[in-house]
């Protein structure tokens, strides 16, 4: 134990003695959390639409201000003719186009259904498909007040759980604490056996009385204990800053995280046994690091991925832990399920661990 606990002492004295360190190791994180947070989402706003109103009426003058009291466009450019409009949107003035007909509102006062034409920039198909969706919203609402007037049946309501006003940063918060979780941990960890050879200090390890597994422990040690510390940050600022709620148990989140950072250490060391510079390490950690996000489900549904590369993501540590601390931020998730993604992260965490000893051994020799 003394030679252990000598072992983790100087580690973390090798990590922590520069002032400039041990800014870069806690501060950029908690910069990426706020920056991140707020440049990926999925909501379209400050965009502009285009109207053709050939109506004029009550009913379509109440859509356009209902579009105009919408925070999620910026204006509204009114057209004069068709012509107009398509060169407004070739030029990609607009992002969408209304195109009211001259019988609107003569329909509504019949009490029939009316229409409404929505053309769309395909070149920017997300977004176009997104502001689809907020102007659908806003012409269902006025069906609904309409149908309420006349004292319809009233159509379908619908409830969002877990994120009642569908805001995206309740999503977005929880999955990046995963994200830049991985992203340190991986970056911290794959330097520590690259930064002994190019110093020329591996040598001396190999010569001390500290065993394999007692130099493996105490290298382990100071990603494990900053990544735990950058978590309870995150923990913290979550809820008191962005308003994210977490509404689970801290127990499965610390044991959850713990698990995950023991994965990500492994893959580390692996990469850090590797290498021969801290150069090499960087690059080897990019290459980690960018299929270890693009699998995991937070850039885009793995459901949409192909079948052989979803088979893939069964090994990708962050797609357990990305459903786990979702589901404990948003909903609860009750212990039953924490272990149904937990166990898989167990073992490959165990996998990586394993690994990167037996690595770490066959490079010592």
Known sequence: ????????????????????????????????????????????????????????????????????????????????????M????????VIAAIVIDEDFDRKLAAHRPATVGLILDGRRSNAAQIVAGYLTQIAGSIGADLAQSRDAPQGSVVTNWYNPSLDFIWFTLPSLVAIITSVAGLAITSQSVARERELGTFDQLMVSPLRVHEILIGKMVPPFLIGMINGSVYLVVAPLIFGVPFTGSYLLFFLSLATYLLALIGLGMLVSSASQTQQQAFLGVFLVTTPLILLSGYASPIDNMPGWLQVVTYLDPARYFLVIVQGLFLKAMPAGAVFHQLWPLVLIACATLSASAWLFRARME
């Open 1 to 84: 134990m003394r030679r252990l606990l000598a072992m983790i002492v100087k580690e973390l004295w090798a990590v922590l003695r520069d002032p400039k360190s041990r800014i870069v190791l806690f501060v950029p994180p908690l910069m990426q959390l706020f920056i991140f947070t707020f440049a990926t989402t999925l909501d379209v706003k400050n965009v502009d639409v285009g109207l053709l109103d050939r109506s004029s009426g009550v009913h379509s003058t109440e859509f356009v201000q209902r579009i105009a009291g919408s925070p999620n466009f910026r204006r509204i450019v009114v057209f004069t003719s068709a012509a107009e």
């Open 86 to 93: 398509r060169a407004a949107v070739d030029n990609q003035k």
